[in-house]
């Protein structure tokens, strides 16, 4: 029932120092049914490899994965950019994958990540900034808001580190800041709504 | 709001200029990393659309000479990858071994980090005089870098970490010299290294090959051009050729995946099937 209506279809979320707690509170808050894929950048050594899907496939019900180069996007599944890589979304809904020189001093870069799914997402897009010393994602909020998608930023107080959230809360007016725990069932709440409401206009 | 859709023929008209103009064809791409860094280099220039960014392309060869080198990626270190080189040389190495005349050719060798990395590994397996290495690129201004064999000594901390992980057997020092900010290869490493220009998405077959290094280069690739690419190099390839990607990059979801099989899955080093193999593989 994918309905052309649906007034969201992709959530990105970046995260880097705290993020990987972070991600497990927002994850862990999520059915196995949730109706979107989730995209995630999250800063790492670039040598960690595969542990952090392990991490987070233990404590979630989706399907947590590291994206593949070329992979098709597919709802109810969470991707993880690989370490050292910056992980592009294509306007057919694919992955890409890149080793240009790091952005923001990260690679993975949420903004690399953010600005690509822009063009595959356009307004159907959420964007999350979590937890994190340094200011990636602060341009790829504000390309998300021009194209009239949705932002959620962490509440700063109740991050690890605060830098990453004011940053993106300074660059663009964000939809909703939020403490940590409340993120999931927000977004949760979002997304059904949003696909409730396509079902009237029908 | 930005206008996609023009923004997208746009970007079409201008890689189709390129393309006429230079020769240069990247209109096979994966889209969304060359459309970000021809916008990149588009905001830095300060013009205003890509339809003025093919004007000055046209007219302006430096110009286009600078947007070449955001279009070709060029970041590549020593022994990337150390996991890949160890496995290439306790698994691939002693193979090679079994022939008397060698050749590989590294696809996209970038500026040569890697293409040194590999004269290393030949010699310390006695394999390098019996080796002629065939290093391309389809930049000309990256390969003169690698042909000179000079790097900067920022990095070569991590070069040397690098080469004692992917099993290293000397002193990494004995490889160059070292001056103010730069080191310098040993020339006996490029002796046997041909270094020249080749574009996997216009050019043609090469020679009869024991082994092709191709690594970060296909995930820039549209699914057409990858199996362009793939094409080329199972045809270069002799009898029980290796074929080496990097570690993100797969045959599997490729026209060719039926050609090659693992030999190192988790490393994407692969061999042809020789044409008895591979028929038996469509069954």
Same mark, same amino acid.
């Given at each position: 029932?994918?309905?052309?209506?649906?007034?969201?279809?992709?959530?990105?979320?970046?995260?880097?120092?705290?993020?990987?707690?972070?991600?497990?509170?927002?994850?862990?808050? =999520?059915?196995?049914?949730?109706?979107?894929?989730?995209?995630?950048?999250?800063?790492?050594?670039?040598?960690?490899?595969?542990?952090?899907?392990?991490?987070?496939?233990?404590?979630?019900?989706?399907?947590?994965?590291?994206?593949?180069?070329?992979?098709?996007?597919?709802?109810?599944?969470?991707?993880?950019?690989?370490? /050292?890589?910056?992980?592009?979304?294509?306007?057919?809904?694919?992955?890409?994958?890149?080793?240009?020189?790091?952005?923001?001093?990260?690679?993975?870069?949420?903004?690399?990540? +953010?600005?690509?799914?822009?063009?595959?997402?356009?307004?159907?897009?959420?964007?999350?900034?979590?937890?994190?010393?340094?200011?990636?994602?602060?341009?790829?909020?504000?390309?998300?808001?021009?194209?009239?998608?949705?932002?959620?930023?962490?509440?700063?107080?109740?991050?690890?580190? /605060?830098?990453?959230?004011?940053?993106?809360?300074?660059?663009?007016?964000?939809?909703?800041?939020?403490?940590?725990?409340?993120?999931?069932?927000?977004?949760?709440?979002?997304?059904?709504?949003?696909?409730?409401?396509?079902?009237?206009?029908? | 709001?930005?206008?996609?859709?023009?923004? /997208?023929?746009?970007?079409?008209? =201008?890689?189709?200029?390129?393309?006429?103009? @230079?020769?240069?064809?990247?209109?096979?791409?994966?889209?969304?990393?060359?459309?970000?860094?021809?916008?990149?280099?588009?905001?830095?220039?300060?013009?205003?659309?890509?339809?003025?960014?093919?004007?000055?392309?046209?007219?302006?060869?430096?110009?286009?000479?600078?947007?070449?080198?955001?279009?070709?990626?060029?970041?590549?270190?020593?022994?990337?990858?150390?996991? +890949?080189? =160890?496995?290439?040389?306790?698994?691939?190495?002693?193979?090679?071994?079994?022939?008397?005349?060698?050749?590989?050719?590294?696809?996209?060798?970038?500026?040569?980090?890697?293409?040194?990395?590999?004269?290393?590994?030949?010699?310390?397996?006695?394999?390098?005089?019996?080796?002629?290495?065939?290093?391309?690129?389809?930049?000309?201004?990256?390969?003169?870098?690698?042909?000179?064999?000079?790097?900067?000594?920022?990095?070569?901390?991590?070069?040397?970490?690098?080469?004692?992980?992917?099993?290293?057997?000397?002193?990494?020092?004995?490889? @160059?010299?070292?001056?103010?900010?730069?080191?310098?290869?040993?020339?006996?490493?490029? *002796?046997?290294? =041909? %270094?020249?220009?080749? /574009?996997?998405?216009?050019?043609?077959?090469?020679?009869?090959?024991?082994?092709?290094?191709?690594?970060?280069?296909?995930?820039? %690739?549209?699914?057409?051009?990858?199996?362009?690419?793939?094409?080329?190099?199972?045809?270069?390839?002799?009898?029980?050729?290796?074929?080496?990607?990097?570690?993100?990059?797969?045959?599997?979801?490729?026209? @060719?995946?039926?050609?090659?099989?693992?030999?190192?899955?988790?490393?994407?080093?692969?061999?042809?099937?020789?044409?008895?193999? *591979?028929?038996?593989?469509?069954?």
């Amino acid at each position: 029932m994918i309905s052309i209506n649906k007034r969201f279809e992709a959530v990105v979320i970046g995260s880097s120092a705290g993020g990987i707690k972070a991600l497990t509170t927002v994850l862990s808050a =999520l059915p196995h049914n949730f109706p979107l894929p989730i995209i995630i950048v999250q800063h790492l050594h670039p040598q960690s490899d595969s542990y952090l899907a392990q991490i987070l496939g233990a404590k979630t019900r989706l399907t947590v994965k590291q994206a593949d180069e070329k992979e098709t996007i597919v709802r109810g599944v969470v991707y993880l950019a690989p370490p /050292n890589y910056h992980l592009l979304i294509e306007e057919d809904r694919s992955f890409s994958l890149s080793i240009e020189g790091h952005v923001n001093f990260a690679r993975p870069s949420v903004d690399v990540l +953010f600005e690509s799914a822009v063009y595959a997402y356009r307004d159907k897009l959420i964007g999350i900034i979590l937890t994190g010393a340094n200011h990636d994602g602060n341009y790829g909020v504000k390309k998300i808001k021009q194209m009239g998608g949705y932002i959620i930023v962490q509440d700063p107080a109740t991050a690890e580190a /605060n830098a990453m959230p004011l940053a993106a809360i300074a660059a663009t007016t964000v939809d909703v800041i939020l403490p940590l725990v409340q993120i999931g069932p927000y977004l949760l709440q979002l997304v059904n709504r949003s696909t409730k409401d396509s079902h009237l206009f029908k | 709001m930005e206008d996609i859709e023009t923004q /997208n023929i746009e970007l079409q008209l =201008l890689l189709q200029a390129i393309y006429l103009k @230079y020769g240069y064809d990247f209109r096979n791409y994966a889209k969304a990393s060359i459309k970000r860094r021809i916008q990149h280099r588009m905001l830095k220039e300060g013009i205003n659309s890509l339809s003025a960014m093919q004007h000055k392309v046209l007219y302006d060869i430096a110009f286009f000479e600078r947007l070449l080198l955001d279009m070709s990626i060029n970041v590549t270190e020593m022994f990337r990858d150390p996991s +890949f080189y =160890l496995a290439l040389r306790k698994v691939v190495i002693p193979e090679l071994k079994k022939f008397s005349f060698l050749k590989i050719w590294h696809a996209g060798c970038s500026s040569g980090e890697e293409v040194y990395s590999m004269a290393i590994i030949l010699k310390e397996e006695g394999l390098y005089e019996r080796t002629q290495i065939y290093a391309t690129d389809m930049n000309e201004v990256v390969l003169k870098q690698a042909r000179d064999g000079i790097f900067n000594i920022s990095k070569l901390k991590q070069y040397t970490a690098n080469y004692q992980k992917s099993g290293g057997l000397e002193s990494f020092s004995d490889y @160059y010299s070292a001056h103010y900010d730069h080191v310098v290869m040993n020339k006996a490493l490029k *002796e046997n290294i =041909l %270094f020249s220009d080749h /574009n996997l998405a216009t050019d043609g077959v090469f020679g009869e090959m024991n082994l092709i290094m191709c690594r970060n280069v296909l995930i820039y %690739f549209n699914r057409d051009l990858q199996n362009r690419a793939l094409g080329l190099f199972f045809e270069s390839l002799g009898h029980e050729g290796y074929l080496c990607l990097g570690s993100k990059e797969s045959i599997r979801f490729s026209e @060719y995946s039926h050609a090659f099989e693992d030999v190192v899955r988790e490393e994407k080093i692969y061999t042809k099937k020789s044409a008895h193999e *591979e028929i038996s593989a469509y069954d």
